[in-house]
């Protein structure tokens, strides 16, 4: 198993208003994973990674949701995405904002990857997701162009 860097309590905290949302013991889940509920209260802190995949995956697990993914996108705000939603909300465009992503994206966490490409006429928005749990992965890929569309919006 890789190492999966770090995750900032915002982006957990999107999880978690799903979860409550959902009705989902989130008690359980933070003792499953190993956290401490308490670090909800922090808007600075980290949690590892491997912390964070594991709160996604149980979180998988208890909803049986397929499109979990998808729908923890509704639960996005500025401050899940750290200081970067911030940043993003400074921007004139929309691709202002997303050439801003790239070099900020390690205050969220090291959950993954952006790339854009700029060709003539269009434009490719990639995100390379560094989590290697096989229930997680494609949830956390969906959370995170969701989340891009929500906000957005």
Same mark, same amino acid.
């Given at each position: 198993?890789?190492? &999966?860097? +770090?995750a =900032?309590?915002?982006?957990l ?11 989902? @013991?989130?008690?359980? *889940?933070?003792?499953? =994973?190993? *956290?401490n509920?308490?670090? &909800? @209260?922090? !808007?600075?802190?980290? $949690?590892?990674?491997?912390q964070?995949?594991?709160? $996604?995956? *149980? /979180?998988c697990k &208890?909803?049986n949701n397929p499109? /979990?993914?998808? #729908? +923890?996108? @509704? ?12 940043i993003?909300?400074s921007?004139? +465009?929309?691709?202002?904002?997303v050439?801003? $992503?790239?070099?900020f #994206?390690? /205050?969220?966490g !090291?959950?993954g990857?952006?790339g /854009?490409?700029? +060709?003539?006429g269009?434009i ?5 997701c560094?989590?290697? !749990?096989?229930?997680?992965?494609p949830? &956390?890929v969906?959370?995170?162009?969701? =989340?891009w ?5």
């Amino acid at each position: 198993m890789k190492n &999966l860097g +770090t995750a =900032s309590i915002a982006a957990l905290r999107q999880y978690v208003r799903a979860a409550e949302s959902a009705g989902a @013991d989130t008690s359980s *889940l933070f003792t499953q =994973s190993g *956290l401490n509920p308490a670090i &909800l @209260d922090s !808007d600075d802190g980290r $949690i590892n990674g491997e912390q964070f995949q594991r709160f $996604i995956f *149980l /979180l998988c697990k &208890l909803t049986n949701n397929p499109i /979990l993914g998808l #729908e +923890t996108g @509704d639960f996005v705000q500025p401050g899940s995405y750290s200081v970067l939603g911030y940043i993003t909300m400074s921007c004139a +465009t929309l691709g202002e904002a997303v050439a801003r $992503i790239a070099p900020f #994206e390690k /205050l969220v966490g !090291d959950m993954g990857t952006t790339g /854009l490409t700029m +060709t003539q006429g269009s434009i490719k928005l990639t995100w390379h997701c560094n989590y290697d !749990d096989p229930i997680v992965r494609p949830q &956390l890929v969906d959370n995170v162009f969701a =989340s891009w569309v929500t906000y957005a919006r």
